[in-house]
T-cell receptor
Framework: KAGVTQTPRYLIKTRGQQVTLSCSPI?????VSWYQQTPGQGLQFLFEYFSETQRNKGNFPGRFSGRQFSNSRSEMNVSTLELGDSALYLCASSLQPGTPPEQYFGPGTRLTVT | QKEVEQDPGPLSVPEGAIVSLNCTYS??????FMWYRQYSRKGPELLMY????GNKEDGRFTAQVDKSSKYISLFIRDSQPSDSATYLC????????????FGEGTQLTVNP
């Protein structure tokens, strides 16, 4: 069974631009979560989607948004990029939200903002 | 203060050593406790998880949870160079869906 895939793997953007990242969950998984990983803050929860609905949101500004499609694929968007948005963005999928919390992570998208 | 505290290391041990990794937390609502392993340039990989207090063993890995002390541990026996990675503890509440709260991660190097 294929794992979680994320595209693109690497991105370089300029401050002020916007970016869209894509995540395809493991087949049959309907819950997708997004995390931001930085050296200073570690892994921080962005949001979670299930059945095309956002179920949970972390403490990030409104510039960070996401959506989920009927096939469970998910995208996240960051508008008006700032230098501090440079990070590894990780997507994780699970069968459904909640218990047990077995989530499987993709390899991430490395975003660099210059 | 962070909800989950983890010593970032780095930690360097000789091959065959017993490794002890630890996290403390402040939120008593956490019920699920996970350990992830992350190799360089890869996503985190779930090693094991426990529910509430107690121990869980999987091969060379043992996870312990002491909710009274708000303290969790991961022990690696007979450590191997292939165990060299960053180890992340993560926790979640029963009511928070898939939302995980992570520690900073401990960078481990096992020297041959």
């Amino acid at each position: 069974k294929a794992g979680v895939t994320q595209t693109p793997r690497y991105l370089i953007k300029t401050r002020g631009q916007q970016v869209t990242l894509s995540c395809s969950p493991i087949s049959g998984h309907r819950s997708v979560s997004w995390y931001q990983q930085t050296p200073g803050q570690g892994l921080q929860f962005l949001f979670e989607y299930f059945s095309e609905t956002q179920r949970n949101k972390g403490n990030f500004p409104g510039r960070f948004s996401g959506r989920q499609f009927s096939n469970s694929r998910s995208e996240m968007n960051v508008s008006t990029l700032e230098l501090g948005d440079s990070a590894l963005y990780l997507c994780a999928s699970s069968l459904q939200p909640g218990t047990p919390p077995e989530q499987y992570f993709g390899p991430g998208t490395r975003l660099t903002v210059t | 203060q962070k909800e989950v505290e983890q010593d970032p290391g780095p930690l360097s041990v000789p091959e065959g050593a017993i490794v002890s990794l630890n996290c403390t937390y402040s939120n008593s609502a956490f019920q699920y406790f996970m350990w992830y392993r992350q190799y360089s340039r890869k996503g985190p990989e779930l090693l094991m998880y426990t529910y509430s207090s107690g121990n869980k063993e999987d091969g060379r890995f043992t996870a312990q949870v002491d909710k009274s002390s708000k303290y969790i541990s991961l022990f690696i026996r007979d450590s191997q160079p292939s165990d060299s990675a960053t180890y992340l503890c993560a926790m979640s509440q029963e009511t928070s869906g898939s939302r995980l709260t992570f520690g900073e991660g401990t960078q481990l190097t096992v020297n041959p």
